[in-house]
């Protein structure tokens, strides 16, 4: 299973982006779409997740302002980001979970919010 995100890039303050994350290879059951995030000298922590029923969950720290999302006959999870703020800095990070039993993760997308 290959992962390929994209959607990163240099936004201000306020503005937004929309990241995709396309899951191919032997892509059967994807049970979790989740993006993480790691900002320099940070842990990685979790951004959202979204489940194969569809229900999702936030970090405190984006609630309100991003927004995950999936489109299955495509097997792509998109995150809209917005009103971005400099401490969202970050790489950006997708991961799935597949047949309930194998995780992957993507090769990340820089994204840098300046003030």
């Known amino acids: 299973v290959q992962l390929q995100a994209s959607g990163g890039g240099l936004v201000q303050a306020g503005g937004y982006l929309r990241l995709s994350c396309a899951a191919s290879?032997?892509?059967?059951?994807?049970?979790?779409m989740s993006w993480y995030r790691q900002a320099p000298g940070k842990q990685r922590e979790l951004v959202a997740t979204?489940?194969?029923?569809?229900?999702?969950n936030y970090g405190d720290s984006v609630k309100g302002r991003f927004t995950i999302s999936r489109e299955s006959a495509k097997n792509t999870v998109y995150l809209q980001m917005n009103s971005l703020k400099p401490e969202d800095t970050a790489v950006y990070y997708c991961?799935?979970?597949?047949?309930?039993?194998?995780?992957?993760w993507g090769q990340g997308t820089l994204v840098t919010v300046s003030s």
């Open positions: 991961y799935v979970v597949i047949n309930n039993l194998y995780s992957y």
């Open positions: 290879g032997s892509v059967f059951s994807i049970n979790r």
């Open positions: 979204i489940l194969s029923g569809g229900s999702t």
